[in-house]
Protein backbone atom coordinates (compact mmCIF):
# COMPACT_ATOMS: atom_id res chain seq x y z
CA UNK A 1 0.00 0.00 0.00
CA UNK A 2 2.87 2.39 0.45
CA UNK A 3 4.49 1.58 -2.59
CA UNK A 4 1.35 2.37 -3.99
CA UNK A 5 0.95 5.58 -2.85
CA UNK A 6 4.72 6.41 -3.09
CA UNK A 7 4.22 5.73 -6.83
CA UNK A 8 1.10 7.84 -6.75
CA UNK A 9 2.80 10.78 -5.58
CA UNK A 10 5.40 10.46 -8.15
CA UNK A 11 3.36 10.54 -10.92
CA UNK A 12 1.88 13.70 -9.85
CA UNK A 13 5.16 15.38 -8.99
CA UNK A 14 6.23 14.30 -12.70
CA UNK A 15 2.72 15.43 -14.75
CA UNK A 16 3.60 18.54 -12.39
CA UNK A 17 6.66 19.40 -13.85
CA UNK A 18 5.56 18.55 -17.12
CA UNK A 19 2.45 20.95 -16.59
CA UNK A 20 -0.48 18.48 -17.15
CA UNK A 21 -3.15 17.14 -14.79
CA UNK A 22 -1.97 14.14 -13.03
CA UNK A 23 -5.46 13.60 -12.31
CA UNK A 24 -6.79 13.60 -16.22
CA UNK A 25 -7.46 10.15 -18.19
CA UNK A 26 -5.92 11.84 -21.20
CA UNK A 27 -2.97 13.27 -19.16
CA UNK A 28 -3.39 16.58 -21.52
CA UNK A 29 -4.56 19.15 -19.31
CA UNK A 30 -2.42 21.78 -18.01
CA UNK A 31 -2.13 22.84 -14.57
CA UNK A 32 -2.59 26.43 -13.64
CA UNK A 33 -1.15 26.70 -9.99
CA UNK A 34 -0.67 29.71 -8.27
CA UNK A 35 3.43 29.90 -8.28
CA UNK A 36 3.09 29.53 -11.85
CA UNK A 37 0.81 32.50 -12.36
CA UNK A 38 2.76 34.37 -9.41
CA UNK A 39 6.11 34.12 -11.65
CA UNK A 40 4.36 35.40 -15.15
CA UNK A 41 3.12 38.24 -13.16
CA UNK A 42 6.39 39.29 -10.98
CA UNK A 43 7.91 38.80 -14.65
CA UNK A 44 5.35 40.78 -16.13
CA UNK A 45 5.72 43.63 -13.61
CA UNK A 46 9.30 43.92 -13.67
CA UNK A 47 8.89 43.85 -17.60
CA UNK A 48 6.67 47.27 -17.55
CA UNK A 49 9.16 48.74 -15.30
CA UNK A 50 11.97 48.33 -17.29
CA UNK A 51 10.11 49.42 -20.52
CA UNK A 52 9.53 52.69 -18.83
CA UNK A 53 12.94 53.51 -17.52
CA UNK A 54 14.41 52.39 -20.96
CA UNK A 55 11.28 54.72 -22.50
CA UNK A 56 12.79 57.94 -20.23
CA UNK A 57 16.32 56.82 -19.89
CA UNK A 58 16.09 57.22 -23.87
CA UNK A 59 13.73 60.24 -24.57
CA UNK A 60 16.59 62.22 -22.00
CA UNK A 61 19.73 60.64 -24.17
CA UNK A 62 18.08 61.96 -27.38
CA UNK A 63 17.39 65.26 -25.68
CA UNK A 64 21.17 65.37 -25.06
CA UNK A 65 22.40 64.21 -28.31
CA UNK A 66 20.54 66.78 -29.59
CA UNK A 67 21.57 69.43 -27.37
CA UNK A 68 25.21 68.60 -27.92
CA UNK A 69 24.43 68.71 -32.14
CA UNK A 70 23.04 72.11 -31.36
CA UNK A 71 26.09 73.26 -29.10
CA UNK A 72 28.19 72.26 -31.85
CA UNK A 73 26.59 74.38 -34.03
CA UNK A 74 26.46 77.34 -32.04
CA UNK A 75 30.04 77.52 -31.58
CA UNK A 76 30.94 77.18 -35.12
CA UNK A 77 28.58 79.89 -35.59
CA UNK A 78 30.13 82.01 -32.84
CA UNK A 79 33.55 81.01 -34.03
CA UNK A 80 32.13 83.30 -37.63
CA UNK A 81 31.04 85.81 -35.58
CA UNK A 82 27.47 84.77 -36.32
CA UNK A 83 24.65 85.91 -33.66
CA UNK A 84 22.53 82.49 -32.86
CA UNK A 85 21.07 82.08 -29.70
CA UNK A 86 22.80 79.20 -27.60
CA UNK A 87 20.54 76.11 -26.90
CA UNK A 88 18.93 75.46 -23.55
CA UNK A 89 20.63 72.45 -22.33
CA UNK A 90 17.77 69.89 -21.48
CA UNK A 91 16.69 69.03 -17.78
CA UNK A 92 16.60 65.26 -16.48
CA UNK A 93 12.92 64.38 -15.42
CA UNK A 94 12.12 64.20 -11.77
CA UNK A 95 11.59 60.82 -11.93
CA UNK A 96 14.52 59.67 -11.96
CA UNK A 97 15.59 61.16 -8.34
CA UNK A 98 18.87 62.96 -9.16
CA UNK A 99 20.42 59.67 -10.79
CA UNK A 100 21.63 59.34 -14.47
CA UNK A 101 20.34 56.98 -17.24
CA UNK A 102 23.01 54.48 -16.30
CA UNK A 103 21.88 54.74 -12.72
CA UNK A 104 18.65 54.33 -13.55
CA UNK A 105 18.38 51.75 -15.95
CA UNK A 106 20.64 49.56 -13.39
CA UNK A 107 18.05 50.28 -10.67
CA UNK A 108 15.58 48.61 -11.96
CA UNK A 109 17.50 45.62 -13.83
CA UNK A 110 18.75 44.89 -10.08
CA UNK A 111 15.21 45.09 -8.28
CA UNK A 112 14.25 42.34 -10.95
CA UNK A 113 14.76 38.64 -9.16
CA UNK A 114 17.82 36.61 -10.59
CA UNK A 115 15.49 33.80 -11.77
CA UNK A 116 13.14 36.10 -13.12
CA UNK A 117 15.47 37.94 -15.66
CA UNK A 118 15.02 36.35 -18.90
CA UNK A 119 11.44 36.28 -18.74
CA UNK A 120 11.69 39.95 -17.90
CA UNK A 121 13.59 40.98 -21.00
CA UNK A 122 11.49 38.85 -23.44
CA UNK A 123 8.85 41.08 -22.70
CA UNK A 124 10.47 43.93 -23.98
CA UNK A 125 10.70 43.87 -28.33
CA UNK A 126 13.80 44.17 -30.86
CA UNK A 127 13.86 48.24 -30.48
CA UNK A 128 14.10 47.79 -26.64
CA UNK A 129 16.37 45.02 -26.58
CA UNK A 130 18.58 46.97 -28.82
CA UNK A 131 18.64 50.29 -26.43
CA UNK A 132 18.85 48.23 -23.38
CA UNK A 133 22.46 46.79 -25.32
CA UNK A 134 24.27 50.48 -25.40
CA UNK A 135 23.12 50.45 -21.25
CA UNK A 136 24.76 46.66 -21.15
CA UNK A 137 27.40 47.49 -22.92
CA UNK A 138 28.43 50.51 -20.44
CA UNK A 139 27.81 48.14 -17.72
CA UNK A 140 30.17 45.48 -19.40
CA UNK A 141 32.90 48.27 -20.12
CA UNK A 142 33.02 49.73 -16.28
CA UNK A 143 33.08 46.32 -14.59
CA UNK A 144 29.48 47.32 -12.72
CA UNK A 145 27.56 44.00 -12.17
CA UNK A 146 29.10 41.66 -14.48
CA UNK A 147 27.30 38.51 -13.67
CA UNK A 148 23.63 40.33 -14.20
CA UNK A 149 24.77 42.05 -17.30
CA UNK A 150 26.10 39.17 -19.15
CA UNK A 151 23.24 36.82 -18.45
CA UNK A 152 21.35 39.72 -20.30
CA UNK A 153 23.50 40.07 -22.83
CA UNK A 154 23.81 36.43 -23.72
CA UNK A 155 19.69 36.39 -23.47
CA UNK A 156 19.92 39.52 -25.91
CA UNK A 157 21.83 37.98 -28.34
CA UNK A 158 20.46 34.68 -28.26
CA UNK A 159 16.88 35.94 -29.79
CA UNK A 160 18.39 38.72 -31.74
CA UNK A 161 21.56 37.17 -33.68
CA UNK A 162 19.96 37.25 -37.09
CA UNK A 163 18.96 40.47 -36.68
CA UNK A 164 22.10 42.17 -34.59
CA UNK A 165 24.22 40.88 -37.82
CA UNK A 166 21.87 43.05 -40.03
CA UNK A 167 22.12 46.15 -38.60
CA UNK A 168 25.20 47.87 -39.04
CA UNK A 169 24.15 50.56 -36.43
CA UNK A 170 24.78 47.52 -33.87
CA UNK A 171 28.03 46.83 -34.79
CA UNK A 172 29.98 49.35 -32.60
CA UNK A 173 28.66 48.25 -29.52
CA UNK A 174 28.77 44.37 -29.86
CA UNK A 175 32.33 44.70 -30.94
CA UNK A 176 33.04 46.23 -27.72
CA UNK A 177 30.96 43.52 -25.89
CA UNK A 178 32.75 40.91 -27.45
CA UNK A 179 36.16 42.79 -26.89
CA UNK A 180 35.32 43.14 -22.87
CA UNK A 181 33.71 39.82 -22.82
CA UNK A 182 36.70 38.19 -23.79
CA UNK A 183 39.24 40.25 -21.23
CA UNK A 184 36.50 39.28 -18.89
CA UNK A 185 36.58 35.48 -19.52
CA UNK A 186 40.39 35.69 -19.81
CA UNK A 187 40.47 37.57 -15.72
CA UNK A 188 38.09 33.93 -15.30
CA UNK A 189 40.31 31.32 -16.71
CA UNK A 190 43.42 32.99 -15.07
CA UNK A 191 41.86 32.86 -11.55
CA UNK A 192 40.54 29.19 -12.55
CA UNK A 193 44.20 28.65 -13.35
CA UNK A 194 45.83 29.72 -10.43
CA UNK A 195 42.97 27.71 -8.30
CA UNK A 196 43.91 24.58 -9.78
CA UNK A 197 47.51 24.70 -9.17
CA UNK A 198 47.44 25.42 -5.76
CA UNK A 199 44.83 22.19 -5.50
CA UNK A 200 47.83 20.26 -7.61
CA UNK A 201 49.82 21.50 -5.23
CA UNK A 202 48.53 20.63 -2.27
CA UNK A 203 47.48 17.44 -4.16
CA UNK A 204 51.64 16.57 -3.93
CA UNK A 205 52.02 17.60 -0.85
CA UNK A 206 49.01 15.48 1.01
CA UNK A 207 50.28 12.48 -1.09
CA UNK A 208 54.09 13.48 0.10
CA UNK A 209 52.88 13.26 3.95
CA UNK A 210 51.27 10.10 3.36
CA UNK A 211 54.88 8.93 2.30
CA UNK A 212 56.79 10.02 4.79
CA UNK A 213 54.45 8.67 7.35
CA UNK A 214 54.51 5.32 5.43
CA UNK A 215 50.68 5.01 5.01
CA UNK A 216 50.08 5.00 8.74
CA UNK A 217 47.84 7.14 9.90
CA UNK A 218 47.48 5.05 13.26
CA UNK A 219 48.21 7.77 16.44
CA UNK A 220 46.92 10.89 14.45
CA UNK A 221 44.12 12.51 15.58
CA UNK A 222 43.20 15.49 13.41
CA UNK A 223 41.10 17.25 15.52
CA UNK A 224 44.40 18.55 17.14
CA UNK A 225 46.48 21.38 15.15
CA UNK A 226 49.92 19.46 15.88
CA UNK A 227 48.34 16.40 13.89
CA UNK A 228 46.99 17.99 11.00
CA UNK A 229 48.43 18.70 7.76
CA UNK A 230 50.33 22.22 7.59
CA UNK A 231 50.62 23.22 3.90
CA UNK A 232 53.64 25.92 3.05
CA UNK A 233 53.16 27.51 -0.63
Given at each position: MLKEAEQEYTEIDIARENQIDPFAKDKVLK?????????TTESLRYGEDL???????EVFREEIDQYMMSLEIYELNKQKAKKAAEPEKPRASIKFLGRNIFE??????????SPELENTIQFLNQKQCFALLFYLEHFLRN?????????????????YQVQLKQNSAMLPIMKSI????????????????VNVSAIKIIKKDLNQQ???AGND??????SKPEDGFNFAF
Open positions: IETQVAQKRMDALELSHILLHLRRIRQIQIELVTRAIFYIIKTSLHLKGHFQELRDEIGRNNDAGLDF
